[in-house]
């Protein structure tokens, strides 16, 4: 198994500027994760989607960021407008979640955003 | 806030010693997990702790959890240069959905 892919690698972009950023979970997960790191603010959970559907979208800062699952193989967290603070290191997570399974989340290598 | 505290936040030992981490949470949980990130790459999961357990071993990791102290302590023992990275716990609450809540790390230095 390939293991959960981000896309892409690196981001710089300007301010004002729109950001996508891309995930395919591991297959057969059913839960996925997007997560932001920062050294002031550690590992914040932005939104999980369960089945395709968004369960807990707290940590999703403000109405600049959206995320959608179209499908069980595919996630995007768009940032639109980006603003410099939105500079961190975004991680998508998958896990199996139910049926006796352990809920381990598998992490992708992120996407390191950089806003000027 | 937070929900796990690591404790130390930085760790420096020598090659062959043991390192220990601890992790201090607020609310009653599922499960305790225990991650471990090296520089600019992405958590890996190192072992699952339930709350109905109190010790856990795999390989050279052992994990405790003392649900009455809302704590649980990483040991890592014999330790190696490559086991220089940053350790997360993570809890599952027993209420509501399926997150996890990761703490603030513990940075460990491995001194060949």
């Known amino acids: 198994d390939a293991g959960v892919i981000q896309s892409p690698r690196h981001e710089v972009t300007e301010m004002g500027q729109e950001v996508t950023l891309r995930c395919k979970p591991i297959s057969g997960h059913n839960s996925l994760f997007w997560y932001r790191q920062t050294m002031m603010r550690g590992l914040e959970l932005l939104i999980y989607?369960?089945?395709?559907?968004?369960?807990?979208d707290s940590g999703m800062p403000e109405d600049r960021f959206s995320a959608k699952m179209p499908n069980a193989s595919f996630s995007t967290l768009k940032i639109q407008p980006s603003e410099p603070r939105d500079s961190a290191v975004y991680f998508c997570a998958s896990s199996l979640v139910g049926g006796g399974s352990t809920d381990t989340q598998y992490f992708g290598p992120g996407t390191r955003l950089t806003v000027l | 806030s937070q929900q796990g505290e690591e404790d130390p936040q930085a760790l420096s030992i020598q090659e062959g010693e043991n390192a220990t981490m601890n992790c201090s949470y607020k609310t009653s949980i599922n499960n305790l997990q225990w991650y471990r990130q090296n520089s600019g790459r992405g958590l890996v999961h190192l072992i699952l702790i339930r709350s109905n357990e109190r010790e856990k071993h795999s390989g050279r990791l052992r994990v405790t959890l003392d649900t009455s102290k809302k704590s649980s302590s990483l040991l890592i023992t014999a330790s190696r240069a490559a086991d220089t990275a940053s350790y997360f716990c993570a809890t599952r609450s027993n209420f509501g959905n399926e997150k996890l809540t990761f703490g603030t790390g513990t940075r460990l230095t491995i001194i060949p």
């Open positions: 989607f369960n089945n395709n559907v968004p369960i807990d």
